[in-house]
């Protein structure tokens, strides 16, 4: 974004005058930002018009009294370029479009969407088909549907592709007091990735929440979440659309392994934005980092007064990575004298309803329990609605004890209800003026907990943003060529990876090659149009002595003529037999057009799309990523030894696939994937049994 828009940009979020241009929808969204108190100037646009919701309205662009700072456009599309030429002439700052009828339409749509935008120049234009924007730190509603926000001075940031959507969220009865709601529409000129740059440079954006069906720029996202965490600004996203599409075909296994949505997943992960899974999850972890912070770790103090309460937690927390640690001897021995003889001391800790409602013993019990050194506290309480101030009481002593025993141990608070409905928006703000979440439900208040919790364990182990950047994504070649097995594990070996002794050598050659180097062998036969061998019956493993390596390289002729005529039956390829691995182990990288250098882990072996067991990384990867996504694999179990097996050698494994991804990263500007199924994991070493190179030709 050059200098004059980023300017204009600014003029867009802190506007002194918003121009109004259009008929019925314009008028609405006058009245939603008098409403809402702007108070700076409002003009309309109309020429059939006088005024404007009780404001001035002037015939057309041209009679407006200065430039307008920003511009709700509501006008029929056939007029919207030359209202916006006439904008751009009068030297606005910003346009949101209100105006539909672009790309949204087709191939017409589209050359007129690209038309506006050509004319609208470097002033900042949200949309066109968009809901608008609601700001709440100005009070600048421009937006034409009835809202219940309320002006704030700092607050999460809401994003969103779906319009209706950013309605929804402004009428939300959670207390989540939005900053900015900006709908995004078709993004013809600023987009998801424009307007996170943008609010991470705000005072008064506290997190930022993203509905997105998908990204334009994902390199430039990336460098956005990177900068917000960073400053300290969590960022949460529901994406949409989570079945596997757009994969495109490949000849690897790993195509098929690797859609769409976990690409976002593993991109996600890197660069430390939290991800949900509905809308409601996406308010409540807003609430929980804007209002009681991002918890360490997943260690969590659990409060309750109800037997049934304790085990609902425990329950509802466990899959989701809480843990509830016990209390030490000492804090349990303090934590009995404390409470009633019929209170249960454990984690999580039901303190009985005989307690219920004393504020001092309470705080003195919270204060023990939280001694023991924990990443976040939960109390679950509901809250009788409607009730008097006297049947309050004994709920809100609780909470007061709650609030100071949390703000002393320093960690994140959060009181939950086990109903939504069931905490007031009394009690609610009343929570929140002590920093302390009121989260409504109890999956849903312990997922924004656990999310949370993942953002701040993700935070402690990045200590070089600069290295989880990506790189820009390679063009696409039409001409590609796939290396022979024997090709590629020599490209492979002189970059340090282990591969087995082999010799490329002809059919009357490999009984001498088994002898120099020592049977038992495996037999393959090598040519560029096989590339997955199995299937054929060109691969014999096991041979050993040289009758029976001559045997092999007849019985795999035969077969590969009956598979497919066409293959060229030339070169064998005879390696030394690897001894019995502990783990057949799946590594494909391959070149996304958006996400660049993809690497896929997982189970290996013949029967590796059957399992699916699998973990993408985004390259470039630390050591610590590669280790951290082997550990998610069902494989790592027999890695470790299973049932009195053998253990893989875990640092020779990790040696391998970091030098294989430092290779992808050197070859990038040619490579288009590289397969290797099975990596074999060994008790000692590791060894590359078979590979799949394929490269762009040098005159793409």
């Known amino acids: 974004m050059n200098e004059t828009r980023q300017a204009n940009l600014k003029r867009l979020f802190a506007p002194k005058s918003i121009a109004f241009i259009g008929g019925n929808s314009a008028v609405a969204a006058v009245e939603q930002c008098v409403r809402g108190g702007f108070d700076g100037e409002i003009w309309g646009v109309n020429p059939k018009r006088t005024e404007m919701a009780g404001q001035p309205c002037f015939a057309s662009v041209a009679d407006l009294p200065d430039a307008p700072d920003a511009v709700f456009l509501a006008v029929p599309s056939q007029f919207a370029v030359q209202t916006v030429a006439e904008l751009r002439e009068k030297d606005c700052g910003g346009i949101v479009s209100y105006t539909a009828g672009f790309g949204e339409l087709g191939e017409e749509g589209i050359a007129l969407e690209r038309q506006l935008m050509e004319t609208a120049g470097d002033m900042a234009f949200v949309g066109p088909n968009c809901s608008g924007i609601l700001n709440y730190v100005r009070d600048a509603a421009l937006w034409p549907f009835y809202h219940t926000g309320k002006s704030v001075e700092k607050g999460p940031a809401f994003i969103t592709q779906s319009g209706m959507l950013g ?236 609030i100071t025993a949390t703000r002393e141990a320093g960690i994140p608070g959060v009181v939950c209800s086990i109903l939504p409905e069931d905490i007031d928006e009394t009690t609610r703000r009343r929570l929140m003026d002590g920093n302390i979440a009121p989260l409504q439900g109890i999956n849903d208040a312990l997922g924004a907990v656990a999310a949370a919790a993942g953002l701040g364990m993700r935070r402690a182990v990045v200590d070089d943003l600069d290295a989880l950047k990506l790189f820009d994504p390679v063009p696409a070649s039409d001409t590609t060529s796939v290396l022979s097995e024997w090709e590629g594990k020599q490209s492979l070996k002189t970059s340090g990876i282990p591969v087995p002794e082999g010799r490329l050598v002809g059919a009357s050659g490999c009984a001498q090659a088994a002898a120099e180097i020592g049977c038992p062998v495996v037999l393959k036969l090598v040519s560029e149009n096989l590339p997955h061998k199995t299937e054929a019956g060109a691969v014999h493993i096991g041979l050993k002595d040289e009758q029976a390596v001559e ?150």
């Not at 790993?254 to 976990?262: E, Y």
């Not at 304790?310 to 989701?320: C, F, I, N, R, V």
């Not at 007849?554 to 590969?560: F, K, L």
């Open 167 to 402: 309605n929804t969220a402004s009428m939300n009865d959670r207390s989540l007091d939005f900053a900015y709601i900006i709908s995004a529409g078709n993004q013809g000129m600023l987009g998801v990735e424009d307007f996170l740059e943008f609010l991470i440079d705000d005072p008064c954006v506290t997190a930022i929440g993203l509905y997105i069906e998908g990204l334009r720029d994902v390199k430039r996202f990336a460098g956005a979440a990177l900068r917000a965490m960073d400053a300290g600004i969590p960022i949460i996203a529901q994406k949409a659309g989570t079945s596997e599409i757009g994969a495109q075909l490949t000849v690897t296994h790993t195509g098929s392994l690797s859609g769409t949505d976990t690409l976002y997943q593993a991109l996600f992960d890197r660069v430390g934005v939290i991800r949900v899974d509905s809308t409601v999850q996406m308010m409540e972890t807003l609430k929980m980092v804007t209002v009681a912070g991002v918890p360490s770790g997943k260690r969590i103090a659990a409060l309750t007064c109800s037997g049934g309460d304790s085990t609902m937690l425990a329950d509802a927390g466990e899959p989701l990575g809480l843990t509830f640690p016990q209390p030490s001897t000492k804090i349990g021995a303090i934590l009995r004298d404390l409470l009633p003889p019929i209170a249960t001391v454990g984690n999580p800790l039901d303190y009985t309803t005989p307690l219920w409602g004393f504020e001092e013993p309470l705080t003195k019990a919270f204060r023990a329990m939280f001694e023991d050194g924990y990443d976040a506290a939960v109390m679950v309480q509901d809250y009788p609605v409607p009730a008097s101030p006297e049947a309050y009481e004994p709920y809100d002593a609780d909470a007061r004890a709650f």
């Open 551 to 700: 045997d092999a390289v007849r019985a795999i002729t035969e077969s590969v003529a009956k598979y497919d005529a066409s293959v060229v039956i030339k070169d064998f390829l005879v390696e030394k037999m690897v001894s019995a691995p502990v783990a057949e182990l799946l590594v494909g990288i391959r070149q996304d057009p958006a996400f660049g250098l993809v690497m896929v882990l997982g189970s290996g072996g013949t029967l590796v799309e059957l399992v699916r067991d699998t973990a993408t990384v985004l390259l470039p990867a630390s050591r610590g990523d590669i280790e951290s996504a082997l550990k998610t694999l069902k494989v790592s179990v027999l890695l470790d030894g299973f049932r009195g097996g053998a253990a893989a050698d875990r640092v020779a494994l990790v040696d391998a696939i970091e030098a294989l991804a430092q290779y992808a990263v050197q070859t990038r500007e040619t490579l288009v994937e590289l397969d290797i199924n099975p990596l074999m994991a060994l008790e000692d070493g590791v060894a590359v049994a078979d590979v799949l190179l394929r490269v762009m030709s040098p005159n793409r």
